[in-house]
């Protein structure tokens, strides 16, 4: 038996003063009948994924940022893989065009938008709030950032699970992905995941097709680069960028003069 | 209330309103002296952003490449120049098929987000008939009519075939295809097909970064660079961030009065334009929206949809065509040896054309933002056995997943350097709609897909698995395959042009039925797939229109309207 005491999301927001909150993220239709789901409702919330080490966030955001996209770390604390936190998602969650930029990207659907607070009520504000209200459920009077990594986990499936809270935590996991795979203010993400480094991550510059010494860094300079070197350097297999010098193989019996004129447009 | 005047006002300034604002601004600078042309747009003027005379600024340090382009996923800028138009009722109703529309939007419109290819379409797209066994297409487009135009819009945009190799340093790098177009040429190989490089809308153009959605640099050629510019030259007045809400005949100079909202400098205002020619190019999902929101202005023979006028057959808001944009995305086997950088470079180099004869349709590699693996344009993480969760907007994950955590962070890992997304361009059937949602919103529904649709699409998608699994990795489907949904960046229609009155909005010169001055000129009017990246035609078509009323062959020339 589940010792928690059980306070309805809606009765928590409002313990919390954002009753406001409640009705503007109350979805037409999302709760049948008009009335409060009992928690009974829920489903049950599956934590099958058990901390690599947990550490102190500063702050309720960072908390479930770390959740969302976990940073990965050693038996000593140290980092080995970077999460949202190292991506800086809370600089995206700070951006004046989050909204749109997220909703034109379609990271966030137009009934999120719709369902978010009216007016000017700050993102990171209403955010750290309902992270606080789900904490409650979990041990009243605790914030988000103080529980255990696993009650944190649980807080958040089931926010995110709750018509009410899902709208911002949905935003939050925007902001999330935008850090982490947009590379907006770093490229820790991607490499993270395997994809190869920005070519100059100080300047967020990305290039493809210019080639580099296996092992280099930087690529070529072109200007003063003797094309023989280049030549042989490919040939050496020295040369990175296998796109250099090289053509596809002419696929035999694919004959493209019916389809194709000279200039590369279908007939 | 703002009050403004102008003889010929364009809503718009895509590769439709940019033309026509090109060619009517010079027509009125040279032979209608006192007569204005006024382009009103949505969004905001970037033009300082695209100019590549402009300096770069002194705190902005040289990149390796020795220039100053940077990458172009700035949240700030990448905010105002994007936009998606979908199905809302769609999208929340779990298991129906949706629509997702996306558009650029600012001075430029779709050129601030396309990704340059320059294609002719081909013969077969203005060939297409509809149900009754009508022609698509107004007599007088087909591909031979279009060529010198295409020409032309060619030459205004330095398109420029791509290459594989620089031929012993006689092509410069910037025009070589990219790392992904070696790689996606290599399963075309083994599929027994081939990849051929590209035209596209650039020059100079290798270093820029994110090339995908929105940049900054001088590479890709952005419409406020050449035809806009050119229109700027001749005299045409802009008016940015100010959104256009209602068309409706009347007003000071006896011929339509546009109501709207004005926003620049942060400030909403309201606005009146009065005018004597009106052309309608905010593209197929904006346009069709204008005229759906303005139609109980226009009634009887001047009824904006004449379709449902004369037989009750709604044509204003149908006839949407997704282009048979469908993408993919997986990952290529290890063995290649080959990093495919999916994300860097030129967002689309080459194609494979051997399947359109038999098929109709293209395949492409494509740019690919990691930052894909977390939308649901392209939902990558899904797996064949349940395509879609909450569906098009997530990554869906599987039953017992979740699109967070850990567990999903390692398996955006699986993708890593091996990823590559494709997409097909085929004929459909136009089955798309737009209508009106809450507060006048643009609505866009795909409520059922063509039986011929259905099997080209399934042909492109067993192609490109064969690809992905010559190359020894493996296709993540999309959420199309269950749930229906469509994802496309190439919308067309919404105001078809047609021969009759009741099969089309707009008559062969994108002129209204019944509303004399009042015209449609963008992808809206497209009737049809092109099966090809529709830029090029939109101009051609566009240009065909300009010269049309130029000249007043065909249809009354400007200067006598404007007499």
Redesign the interface.
């Given at each position: 038996m589940d010792s928690r005491v059980r306070l309805s999301r809606r009765s928590v927001l409002k313990l919390f003063g954002l009753a406001p909150l409640v009705a503007a993220c109350d979805l037409g239709?999302a709760s049948p009948g008009g009335g409060e789901r009992p928690d009974d409702d829920a489903p049950d919330v599956?934590v099958?994924?058990p901390?690599?080490v947990d550490v102190d966030h500063p702050d309720n955001l960072q908390a479930a940022m770390d959740?969302?996209?976990?940073a990965?770390r050693d038996a000593t604390g140290a980092l080995v893989s970077p999460?949202a936190v190292e991506a800086r998602a809370m600089d995206?969650l700070r951006?004046?065009?989050?909204l749109?930029?997220t909703?034109?990207?379609?990271?966030?659907?137009?009934?999120v938008v719709d369902a978010l607070p009216p007016g000017d009520t700050s993102l990171a504000l209403a955010i750290d709030a309902t992270l606080n209200a789900l904490a409650a459920e979990e041990r009243p009077f605790t914030e988000f950032r103080e529980l255990p990594r696993d009650l944190r986990?649980r807080a958040l499936?089931r926010g995110?699970d709750d018509d009410a809270t899902e709208p911002l935590l949905t935003v939050l996991?925007a902001a999330?992905?935008?850090a982490f795979?947009?590379?907006?203010t770093n490229d820790v993400?991607?490499v993270?995941?395997?994809?190869?480094p920005?070519?100059?991550p100080a300047?967020?510059?990305?290039?493809?097709?210019?080639p580099r010494l296996v092992g280099a860094a930087?690529?070529l300079?072109?200007?003063t680069t003797d094309?023989a070197d280049l030549v042989a350097w490919a040939a050496a297999g020295q040369l990175d960028?296998?796109?250099f010098?090289?053509?596809?193989?002419?696929?035999p019996?694919?004959d493209?003069a019916?389809?194709?004129d000279a200039?590369?447009?279908?007939? | 209330m703002n009050v403004v005047h102008s003889d010929v006002v364009i809503v718009g300034s895509g590769f439709g309103g940019a033309v026509l604002a090109a060619r009517l601004g010079e027509h009125v600078r040279d032979a209608l002296p006192g007569r204005t042309v006024l382009v009103v747009e949505k969004g905001g003027d970037h033009t300082g952003a695209f100019d590549p005379s402009a300096p770069a600024p002194d705190h902005?340090?040289l990149?390796?490449?020795?220039n100053h382009?940077?990458?172009s996923?700035?949240?700030?800028y990448?905010?105002?120049v994007?936009?998606?138009a979908?199905d809302?009722a769609g999208?929340?109703a779990d298991g129906a098929p949706t629509l997702?529309v996306?558009a650029g939007v600012g001075l430029g419109g779709g050129s601030n987000v396309y990704a340059g290819v320059s294609?002719?379409?081909?013969?077969v797209a203005f060939a297409q008939t509809d149900p009754a066994g009508r022609r698509r297409w107004p007599a007088r487009y087909s591909r031979a009519a279009l060529d010198p135009l295409y020409a032309r819009v060619e030459a205004e945009l330095r398109v420029t075939?791509l290459a594989?190799?620089?031929a012993g340093?006689a092509i410069p790098?910037w025009q070589?295809?990219?790392?992904?177009?070696?790689v996606f040429?290599?399963g075309?190989?083994r599929i027994?097909?081939?990849?051929?490089?590209?035209?596209l809308a650039a020059y100079d153009d290798?270093?820029?970064?994110?090339w995908s959605?929105g940049q900054r640099f001088r590479g890709r050629q952005n419409l406020t660079m050449n035809y806009l510019a050119r229109a700027k030259a001749a005299g045409v007045r802009f008016q940015a961030d100010s959104e256009v809400d209602r068309v409706a005949p009347g007003g000071d100079l006896g011929g339509y009065v546009l109501t709207g909202t004005d926003r620049r400098g942060g400030v909403e205002r309201p606005f009146e334009i009065h005018a004597r020619v009106v052309v309608v190019a905010g593209g197929a999902v904006g346009s069709t929206a204008l005229l759906l929101r303005s139609e109980d202005d226009f009634t009887g023979a001047r009824a904006l949809d004449q379709g449902r006028e004369r037989v009750g057959a709604r044509v204003l808001g149908r006839h949407l065509s997704g282009n048979g944009d469908y993408g993919v995305t997986g990952v290529v086997g290890d063995d290649l040896g080959?990093?495919v950088?999916t994300?860097?470079?030129k967002p689309i180099g080459s194609m494979c054309?051997?399947f359109?004869?038999e098929h109709g349709f293209?395949v492409l590699p494509f740019y690919a933002?990691?930052?894909y693996?977390?939308?649901?344009?392209i939902s990558t993480l899904q797996r064949p056995e349940r395509p879609t969760a909450l569906g098009?907007?997530s990554t869906g994950p599987a039953v017992?997943e979740?699109?967070?955590?850990?567990?999903?962070?390692r398996r955006?890992?699986r993708?890593?350097?091996?990823?590559l997304s494709m997409g097909c361009l085929a004929l459909d059937a136009s089955e798309g709609e737009i209508r009106l949602g809450a507060n006048d919103?643009a609505e866009v529904r795909w409520p059922v897909t063509d039986p011929a649709t259905e099997a080209r699409w399934s042909a492109a998608a067993d192609v490109m698995r064969r690809i992905y699994e010559a190359l020894g990795g493996e296709m993540f489907l999309d959420g199309y395959r269950k749930d229906g949904t469509v994802n496309t960046s190439h919308p067309l229609g919404g105001c078809r042009m047609a021969e009759r009155p009741e099969d089309g909005v707009v008559d062969p010169f994108g002129e209204s039925f019944g509303n004399k001055n009042l015209f449609v000129v963008d992808g809206a009017i497209i009737p049809s797939s092109l099966?090809?990246n529709p830029s090029l035609t939109v101009a051609a078509v566009a240009e065909s229109i300009a010269d049309a009323l130029v000249a007043g062959q065909g249809t009354e020339a400007l200067a006598s309207r404007l007499a």
């Open positions: 239709g599956i099958h994924e901390p690599p959740l969302i996209l976990p990965e999460g995206v951006l004046a065009d989050l749109p930029l909703t034109s990207l379609g990271l966030l659907p137009p009934r986990e499936v995110f996991r999330c992905m935008l795979l947009g590379a907006v993400g991607l993270a995941i395997g994809f190869p920005f070519e100059d300047h967020g510059v990305v290039v493809s097709g210019y930087a690529p300079d072109l200007a094309r960028d296998y796109t010098d090289r053509a596809p193989d002419p696929t019996g694919d493209l019916a389809v194709l200039h590369g447009d279908l007939l | 902005e340090p990149n390796a490449q020795g382009f940077r990458q996923l700035a949240p700030a990448l905010a105002r994007a936009e998606v979908t809302t999208a929340l997702n996306l294609l002719r379409a081909p013969t075939r594989w190799t620089d340093g790098r070589l295809a990219t790392k992904r177009d070696l040429a290599e075309c190989r027994g097909a081939t990849a051929v490089p590209l035209k290798a270093n820029e970064g994110w959605q080959l990093d950088e994300y860097k470079s054309p051997s359109f004869r293209l933002e990691p930052l693996l977390a939308l649901g344009r098009r907007w017992g979740r699109d967070w955590g850990l567990a999903y962070k955006l890992a993708f890593g350097g091996r990823m919103r099966a090809a």
